[in-house]
């Protein structure tokens, strides 16, 4: 199994809403990652969890907080977003090691905040 | 000035030529590279990974690295339809990176029939 498996895929939410975002992956992999990916952008890095710690936090908005509950579980939890945080959400894994920059990516959940 | 350059194109050929694709970064302490495709609104799929100068090929992709230049490039030989697709270059400084990448802008490719 080399597969990152986002759920949902899209996701349509208010403003005052509190949804979560779901990833999964069963690669053994030590190392997850949430990114965020504006349209024709690269994507941003959010959240890096390593051994299910949260290893770095790039600034990212509290209205974003992420979970780890087990070392192949990955949330984003959402909850007052704005239009502007409207992108396709990427989750990601990588194997500990000399080739950790190697990233597997989910397919993303598509999400747009009215 | 952003650390890795990567023109976003468009960039359109016929079916059956080759594709070349190049990124240049600035950052000397960079040592791996990875060239992603990513199709519209999918996740990026992550097709080479190399660490040295020269070249490494894998099917009908080869990619390039010219520390020296601080200038990598992907060639897709024999291109088809299913290559149009955005190709992300990804570069990394050190193995404690951890998803640090530094990618490009992404060139959007389009192979015509």
């Known amino acids: 199994d080399t597969e990152v498996t986002q759920t949902p895929k899209h996701l349509v939410m208010g403003m005052t809403n509190k949804k979560s975002l779901k990833c999964e992956q069963h690669m053994g992999h030590r190392a997850m990652y949430w990114y965020k990916q504006k349209a024709k952008k690269p994507p941003e890095l959010m959240f890096v969890y390593s051994y299910e710690k949260l290893s770095i936090n790039e600034s990212v908005p509290s209205r974003f907080s992420p979970e780890c509950p087990n070392s192949s579980l990955l949330n984003l939890h959402l909850h007052a977003l704005q239009p502007e945080d409207s992108a396709l959400y990427l989750c990601?894994?990588?194997?500990?090691?000399?080739?950790?920059?190697?990233?597997?990516f989910g397919s993303g959940t598509q999400l747009s905040v009215l | 000035q952003k650390e890795v350059e990567q023109d976003p194109g468009p960039l359109s050929v016929p079916e059956g030529a080759i594709v070349s694709l190049n990124c240049t970064y600035s950052?000397?302490?960079?040592?791996?590279f990875m060239w992603y495709r990513q199709y519209s609104r999918k996740g990026p799929e992550l097709l080479m990974y190399t660490y040295s100068s020269g070249n490494k090929e894998d099917g009908r992709f080869t990619a390039q690295v010219d520390k020296s230049s601080k200038y990598i490039s992907l060639f897709i030989r024999d291109s088809q339809p299913s290559d149009s697709a955005t190709y992300l270059c990804a570069i990394g400084e050190t193995t404690d990176s951890w998803g640090k990448l530094q990618f490009g802008a992404g060139t959007q490719v389009v192979v015509t029939p």
């Open positions: 950052n000397s302490a960079f040592q791996y």
């Open positions: 990601a894994s990588s194997q500990e090691g000399t080739e950790n920059e190697k990233l597997f």
